[in-house]
């Protein structure tokens, strides 16, 4: 039995996908996970269960030492633990992506460098060091500017500024909420960059020995204007012109070539302007929280399946059906604890809705972007075409009302009387 090691983060959404299909497909599998270090051992978990993601040289000896034997793949679930898979997987002797790729694509910062340097389109963009040479840049910036943490997922800590008191207020937001979010904030600074219009699209591909292969090209129909960038829809297949989408395609090979990746699934976000395609980010993983369970039905197996069948060399078939399918990221209207929702079966029982799925329970705190990196949870739909997936979503969201309460509740109190809780 082959066997695999799973790096799973204790807050991510696929953690159950990808054990699912592990199972389905026979695998053994190894979980190594990022639980606190301190609390892990009272839990009575193995020190493989409290890795350090962040500290990849460290927790590969961790790893080391736990393993009877070694793995005959490694895969990172997302983000925080990529680095440490692909430094893995060069011990191990493991085909995957250098460390050295998956670190600057991660960065922001070192990203934007990285389209500079070979000719590919790019905004105007700034290294932003700390809140002194925000005031030194500030004659330097043609607004609007985007300001962005350079680690952080999800739309969280990226803010647009259309002024310079507006630029003031969202670095020192930015900074706070990288601050929290990262260790080596203090080291890593900020990015400004200016601010690309356009239309949003997303790319999930698979690479094999450096050739990229396409899974699906997203439309995202939502205008993403900012100041924050909470994203809600994905559509596929995309209503871009065939010639536009064999663009996209090709300027995503080019940029994971030159970045350095050749193994493993590969999401890239970019805007389409009247200039051209610019891309937001390319990401040695797959398309984030629940969304990959929108192709299952378009691909013939799940999105994790295929990842660990190709991870294991084993041989991938794509099964690619007629039609289309779409999702919602149900986005979250204000900070407050969750009490509960209404109308999730109604939105359940519409025409085209194949699934409706909660991740945020009653006692959950939520927040919107640019704090928050979490959603209410995910709609998803089929249709015979693009536009019908994405109104059965519009539709589906419209029935639900979610009851979010502050987390403090206020008080009321006039003179001689007792406190009275507004809610």
């Known amino acids: 039995m082959k066997r695999a090691l799973l790096l799973l983060p204790t807050t991510g959404y696929r953690n159950k996908d990808f054990l699912a299909a592990a199972q389905a497909l026979d695998v053994e599998i190894v979980t190594a996970a990022n639980y606190c270090h301190q609390l892990a051992p009272a839990w009575g978990m193995a020190p493989i269960m409290a890795l350090h993601f962040d500290r990849p040289e460290q927790a590969a000896d961790t790893i080391a030492r736990e393993l009877d034997r070694a793995p005959d793949a490694v895969l990172a679930v997302d983000d925080a633990g990529l680095e440490l898979a692909a430094l893995l997987c060069a011990r191990y002797g493991l085909p995957g992506n250098a460390r050295q790729a998956v670190r600057r694509l991660r960065d922001k910062l070192a990203f934007r460098r990285l389209l500079q340097e070979h000719g590919l389109p790019c905004p105007a963009f700034h290294a932003l060091p700390s809140q002194a040479d925000a005031d030194a840049l500030l004659p330097q910036l043609e607004f609007p500017v985007v300001v962005k943490a350079r680690r952080l997922s999800a739309s969280r800590g990226v803010i647009r500024a259309d002024n310079a008191e507006a630029f003031a207020h969202a670095v020192r937001r930015v900074r706070a909420i990288q601050a929290r979010a990262d260790r080596d904030a203090a080291a890593l600074g900020l990015v400004v960059e200016n601010f690309i219009p356009g239309r949003e699209f997303a790319l999930e591909g698979m690479l094999q020995n450096g050739a990229l292969t396409t899974l699906a ?153 640019p704090e928050g990196s979490s959603y209410l949870g995910f709609i998803f739909s089929r249709g015979d075409d693009p536009a019908a997936a994405e109104a059965a979503l519009r539709a589906a969201h419209r029935l639900l009302r979610f009851d979010i309460r502050p987390e403090y509740p206020a008080q009321l109190r006039t003179p001689g009387e007792r406190p009275r809780v507004v809610s």
């Open 217 to 369: 090209l997203f439309d995202k129909p939502d205008p993403l204007d900012g100041p924050y960038f909470e994203e809600t829809l994905y559509v596929t297949p995309s209503r871009l012109p065939a010639a536009v989408q064999d663009r996209v395609r090709e300027d995503t090979a080019r940029i994971c070539q030159r970045a350095g990746l050749r193994e493993g699934p590969v999401h890239a976000e970019l805007r389409i302007n009247e200039r051209g395609t610019w891309f937001l980010e390319v990401a040695a993983r797959s398309i984030g929280g629940l969304c990959g369970r929108t192709l299952t039905h378009l691909l013939g197996q799940s999105l994790e399946a295929l990842i660990l069948r190709q991870a294991l060399g084993e041989p991938i078939a794509l099964e690619r059906k007629a039609g289309a399918a779409g999702v919602m990221m149900i986005p979250i209207p204000r900070r407050g604890v969750v009490h509960g929702v209404s109308g999730l079966e109604a939105a359940r029982a519409l025409p085209g809705i194949s699934d409706v799925t909660l991740s945020a329970e009653p006692g959950h705190l939520v927040a919107p972007p």
